[in-house]
């Protein structure tokens, strides 16, 4: 009985202990100010290198969001670019060794590509941002980057719509010259392309604007033909793509069909099993 007395005792001065701790606590505790939380991050967009040994970010310097890279077997981080008037908009590695970065002119919102060793060195603009009126709503000539190309270090997919404002091409892109060689010719509906695991342009988002039609596309290979996996009249449910499992058999994709729930569902199904 002596015994169960002294553990109650001994609950009771641990409880008031905490309750003692988290009252002081909670009087010092800092008020964060409201401006806190728009106030532009000191980093941000952290992205690693291809082998895991470096870390690509955004920061800012002189006002300014430039890029810098932390290496992370040194520790050491150090800013490769200097920019004074323009900010650093988005970041990504091309390979261990090269990081293309994106830049508007002056916040127009139409990015240029450039380009820029881990340490700085052999700076390059790849493509310019385009610096005219845009020709519509959000219509301007843009090149956007969307898959490296494993086995050609020196080469990434991009699109342009350069051609037609609405219907991108697909070029390889050459990210120490910015020189661009076509891959893929739009037919006149195809919105937005997207590739396997391999760098390969396997499936493609389509809409026919005069019937009200949209879909998805898709080829085995890039030897193969195109076929038809689905269509979605206008408003009515549908999915898109957002890639391939790793193994190239399965399409991970975004549904708001056959769903209760308020947003999008993503599922997985096999290619060679949907019709």
């Known amino acids: 009985m002596r015994i169960q007395s002294f553990a ?13 701790v988290l009252f002081t606590s909670a009087v010092n505790a800092r008020v964060i100010p409201a401006e806190d939380f728009f106030r532009t991050p000191q980093f941000r967009d952290f992205t690693i290198s291809p082998d895991g040994n470096s870390i690509a970010m955004i920061g800012e310097w002189n006002s300014r969001q430039n890029l810098f890279v932390f290496d992370l077997a040194t520790r050491e981080g150090r800013r490769i670019t200097s920019y004074r008037r323009n900010n650093v908009l988005g970041v990504t590695w091309a390979n261990n060794e090269r990081i293309l970065y994106f830049m508007d002119d002056d916040g127009n919102e139409s990015l240029g590509i450039f380009a820029v060793n881990r340490d700085g060195s052999r700076p390059r603009v790849l493509v310019r941002p385009f610096s005219g009126r845009p020709q519509g709503v959000g219509a301007f000539r843009r090149t956007v980057i ?6 050609e270090p020196n ?16 070029f390889r892109m050459n990210i120490n010259t910015g020189d661009m060689s076509i891959v893929l010719r739009n037919p006149g509906d195809v919105l937005g392309w997207s590739t396997d695991w391999d760098g390969v342009i396997r499936f493609a988002a389509f809409s026919d604007r ?3 039609v949209s879909g998805v596309r898709y080829r085995a290979s890039a030897d193969s033909d195109w076929i038809e996996l689905a269509t979605f ?6 999915w898109s793509p957002l890639g391939f499992s790793q193994d190239g058999k399965s399409l991970i994709v975004r549904s708001n069909m056959d769903s209760d729930l308020a947003g999008d569902l993503s599922v997985r199904f096999g290619i060679k099993n949907y019709r």
């Open 8 to 20: 109650s005792v001994f609950r009771l001065c641990i409880v008031k202990l905490l309750l003692l």
């Open 146 to 151: 969307i898959d490296r190309l494993v086995n």
């Open 210 to 212: 005069n019937s009200g």
């Open 155 to 170: 080469h990434v997919l991009v699109t342009n719509n350069d051609r037609h404002l609405e219907y991108p091409d697909v």
């Open 233 to 238: 009249g206008d408003d009515a449910p549908s």
